[in-house]
DNA sequence: ACCTGAACACCGTTCAAGT
DNA sequence: ACCTGAACACCGTTCAAGT
């Protein structure tokens, strides 16, 4: 019964690649040999098709870009709130959410640091999957600094977390001594001093 | 007496450039128009050159945007030394340091990145100019928390200052209320989690 | 409706040829 | 000894032509 269904149907070329396997090529690619070597070449040899097809997906390359980061901020939601499934006092889950984001940026170094630096000025990631993934974080600093200094406090564990994670990951700790004491160190002494009033 | 010393010494083409000139040039359009615009045909153009000529001074792009860098890590040190002239009490040379930082990467933003985020992979900055850079904050890290844990009290304060300001810069502080007091909030939790003991 | 080759503008870089 | 035009490889992107 090949009728009008199977007429109109038929589709002149299948598709022979997809967004989400665009976007993991995309991600292969950059965990593997950095975001300079994610061009549209390569990403399409991976996928199996020539570079202009790619544009049927994305606008360009930024809007891929963007599509990598934002998968890998939804996968880095879900390991810290996996973290927090082991609870303890806050102060070890505090010790838990950021340690777990030290271990990602430690085997994903390429997409963290596509994640927390701006590759392109006007790119933003939706407001609402970053909330997500700092919601853990926010609820047990609010349990130890109290809700009147929520705000605050979140702001300086983000920052130290934050700034020891890329200082690390630069290799700018430069004179020598236990980085993980550093890092002990540094929780506990924030731990305290947002607790403190 | 056009004789031995004026022939040997007549240039056939006289220098139209110099590696002054070309770093400046990159400087002023990184911090103009972004790391991007920095491309060999820029640079030349605006030290009146063509592109190929800058390869008699800097071996490649990355040479270049290296030594962008260096220059302009060494002008944030002049500025850090000249925050801790006023000096005061340790509490408040910490502030003035780390408010000197910040009012440097909010007026030169692009400059700043680059110098904080590592461009290349393997491209580094010079280790005696980054200890030079850190030796003001190093010295009142000390003060506040005693020899015994001056390298991780560091290492904390500069994770937090280094965090804090790349977030304000990348307008990462979304949930809104004062930065500059979260900012007197975070020296002041941090100048007394690292004296406290 | 997706896929492709051809083409374009742009970029970093090399090199032989000028002076 | 520096400067240049010409050339090359590579990149992102567009588009008309295929199926």
Do not use: C
């Not at 570079?51 to 879900?78: C, F, N, Q, T």
Request: charged share 25%.
């Amino acid at each position: 019964m090949a009728t009008r269904n199977s007429y109109t149907l038929a589709m002149p070329t299948p598709d022979r690649t997809s967004l989400p396997d665009i976007v993991a090529a995309g991600r292969h690619i950059l965990e593997a040999d950095g975001l300079g070597a994610v061009t549209m070449a390569a990403v399409a040899a991976r996928v199996g098709v020539r570079p202009p097809s790619l544009y049927k997906r994305v606008r360009d390359r930024d809007d891929l870009i963007r599509l990598v980061a934002e998968s890998a901020v939804a996968e880095m939601g879900v390991e810290l709130a996996a973290a927090e499934q082991d609870s303890g006092d806050p102060r070890a889950r505090l010790g838990d959410l950021i340690g777990a984001l030290r271990t990602y940026a430690r085997t994903h170094p390429a997409v963290y640091r596509l994640v927390f630096t701006p590759v392109t000025e006007g790119v933003e990631l939706p407001r609402d999957l970053l909330e997500a993934n700092s919601a853990p974080l926010f609820a047990v600093v609010a349990e130890l600094a109290g809700p009147d200094h929520a705000l605050e406090a979140a702001r300086t564990v983000t920052a130290w977390a934050t700034g020891f994670v890329a200082m690390e990951l630069n290799g700018a700790f430069r004179l020598g001594g236990e980085l993980d004491a550093a890092f002990e160190y540094g929780i506990d002494r924030l731990a305290r001093a947002i607790a403190d009033d």
